[in-house]
């Protein structure tokens, strides 16, 4: 059987994965083909031996198709992928913070006279300061009463801090994450419709206390599990980018949008995957912050770096709750681990980008 398998349907490729070609990005296509019959690739023909084909193909424009053509004992058979080409790519990474709601109720009940009163926006200004960090925060419409502290509705939060949120929009996005904490995965099956009208009202609240320059897309919706239907109406909102794991666990791959097993798999194995159907791309987040030890962010990270199919994008990602003291899983050096991983992407000279301003955040200079 015709088959291509690299790259992979879907595959967004860098300088990590060809050779540059004077401003074009040259690829080695490789697959399975019949043992007789010629195969061409786009129309150039391609060397086969033992069952197995391979093409120099030139990629000048952003997507590109790869058809895989054999005339052989079984017939013509055909194969077509599609690929991204990252024409603009370079080292760069993306913070993204889940689960946010504790620091707007302490900023809402203490009615600070700076938001950087506060000490975990404090601590992401000190990061901004030192390294150029850029930080999505995801957050909630509610969050609910536990570990002591009362309930809080967004609708609740002030807009006297509009100009502060407004003035530091270029490095600090507010998006929406879900309606609230709990329930857990509360869109693994939900209707598209109930997504986009919970987005909406967080969306409303952010653009009244933040200003429209504060808003950003979301970039992980909580627990990473929407139906593939409400991919496209994500992507007609703006949404470009959605992070998840797409770990491989012994009923499935989870955390990954619902998205089949062999590309969860390639997933896995890569830095991110482009939905065709949808526009959407899906990345891989590489460490979450909150669970790694300061000492294992290096080691956690080096053979990332050193892989072609990860090393050209950092997904850095933690999460809000651990920062506070109440919480029942309290990590009292997450923000060292913060600067560990910052500080590390920054020194192998990875810049600071939001996904959603070019192409995975890299557009032409």
């Given at each position: 059987m015709l088959r291509t398998e690299w790259p992979f349907h879907g595959a967004v490729l860098n300088r990590h994965h060809g050779e540059d070609a004077g401003g074009a990005l040259r690829i080695v296509v490789t697959g399975q083909c019949e043992l007789y019959g010629s195969v061409t690739v786009n129309?150039?023909?391609?060397?086969?031996?033992?069952?197995?084909?391979?093409?120099?193909?030139?990629?000048t424009e952003r997507e590109t198709d790869l058809a895989a053509v054999q005339d052989g004992a079984y017939g013509r058979q055909e194969h077509r992928v599609r690929v991204v080409w990252d024409r603009h790519s370079f080292p760069r990474y993306?913070?993204?913070?889940?689960?946010?709601?504790?620091?707007?109720?302490?900023?809402?009940?203490?009615?600070?006279?700076?938001?950087?009163?506060?000490?975990?926006?404090?601590?992401l200004r000190t990061l901004n300061r030192e390294y150029g960090a850029k930080f999505t925060v995801n957050i909630y419409l509610e969050a609910q009463e536990e570990f002591g502290q009362p309930q809080f509705l967004l609708p609740d939060f002030p807009d006297r801090y509009r100009a502060e949120w407004e003035a530091c929009a270029d490095w600090l996005g507010l998006a929406f994450h879900a309606h609230a904490n709990r329930p857990d995965r509360p869109y693994q099956y939900a209707a598209p419709e109930q997504l986009m009208r919970e987005l909406g009202k967080v969306e409303e609240q952010i653009a009244r206390?933040?200003?429209?320059?504060?808003?950003?897309?979301?970039?992980?919706?909580?627990?990473?599990?929407?139906?593939?239907?409400?991919y496209r109406p994500l992507y007609d909102h703006g949404v470009r980018v959605l992070?998840?794991?797409g770990h491989p666990t012994s009923h499935g791959y989870d955390v990954n949008y619902w998205l089949d097993h062999a590309r969860s798999e390639y997933l896995w194995n890569h830095d991110c995957l482009m939905d065709f159907a949808s526009g959407l791309v899906f990345s891989r987040v590489d460490i979450v912050c909150n669970?790694?030890?300061?000492?294992?962010i290096a080691p956690t990270l080096e053979p990332l770096a050193a892989d072609p199919n990860h090393a050209e994008i950092m997904d850095l990602f933690t999460h809000e709750q651990y920062f506070w003291d109440f919480y029942a899983n309290y990590v009292p050096d997450h923000p060292q681990r913060l600067d560990a991983t910052i500080r590390w992407v920054t020194e192998?000279?990875?810049?600071?980008v939001f996904f959603h301003e070019g192409f995975m955040g890299a557009s032409a200079k």
């Open positions: 129309g150039a023909p391609a060397k086969t031996a033992s069952g197995r084909f391979e093409a120099s193909v030139t990629l993306r913070f993204s913070i889940d689960d946010n709601s504790f620091f707007l109720r302490d900023i809402a009940r203490r009615q600070y006279a700076s938001l950087f009163d506060c000490f975990y926006l404090d601590m206390f933040a200003g429209e320059q504060s808003l950003v897309p979301p970039t992980v919706i909580h627990w990473g599990m929407i139906v593939p239907e409400a992070s998840g794991f669970n790694t030890p300061i000492d294992r192998r000279g990875y810049k600071p």
